[in-house]
Structures are given as C-alpha cells and as structure tokens.
C-alpha cells in the first residue's frame, strides 16, 4: 500500500472511531471494519479490525465485536432480510418444534 493511501486509511480509521463513539457510545470493531473493506478492497478485513482496534484501545474507547448488526443495518432487499421477516412474520407454535 502506498503511503498517501496509509494516510488515507488512518484518517478514516479515526474519523469512524470518533463518529461512532460519539453516535453510539461504542466502538463495534467488525461494522466499521466492514465498511472500511469497502473503500479499500486490498486490504483484509483481519487486518483492518486489527486496526479499528488498534486505535479504538489507543483512546481507551469501549469496543464491540458484532457482525450481526452490520448485516441487520443494510437496506431491505438484502438475503438477511427475508430470513427476518420469517421470523418475525411467522407462526410462533411452529418454532417451538
């Protein structure tokens, strides 16, 4: 990786520490690791929790490691989302079976 895309990765590996820590009040280490994988592809997503957890302990901020509510946010239409709806929109006395 080149040195202005280091940069450019540090800055927003603090900008969405900061952002979530302030929306939030937690850090959830594999959200914000799965949209940084976004912007940059080359990189694992190992690597960059290591990262987001790198600085999130840096500043001492309270961490999570939720996969789960990085899936649940994104938009309908997604194949989790047919998977809640069942769920929720589903008969209760068949899941006691």
């Not at 290591?50 to 840096?58: C, E, I, N, P, Q």
Request: glycine content about 6%; proline content about 3%.
């Amino acid at each position: 990786m080149k040195s202005s895309s280091d940069q450019s990765l540090r800055q927003d590996i603090i900008h969405k520490v900061q952002q979530a820590l302030y929306e939030q009040g937690i850090v959830n280490i594999a959200a914000i690791a799965e949209v940084l994988q976004q912007r940059y592809p080359a990189q694992e997503a190992i690597e960059l929790e290591k990262l987001v957890l790198g600085h999130a302990s840096l500043i001492s901020a309270p961490v999570i490691f939720d996969r789960t509510l990085s899936r649940l946010e994104r938009t309908i239409g997604d194949d989790d989302q047919g998977l809640i709806i069942e769920i929720v929109e589903g008969d209760p006395d068949s899941l006691a079976n």
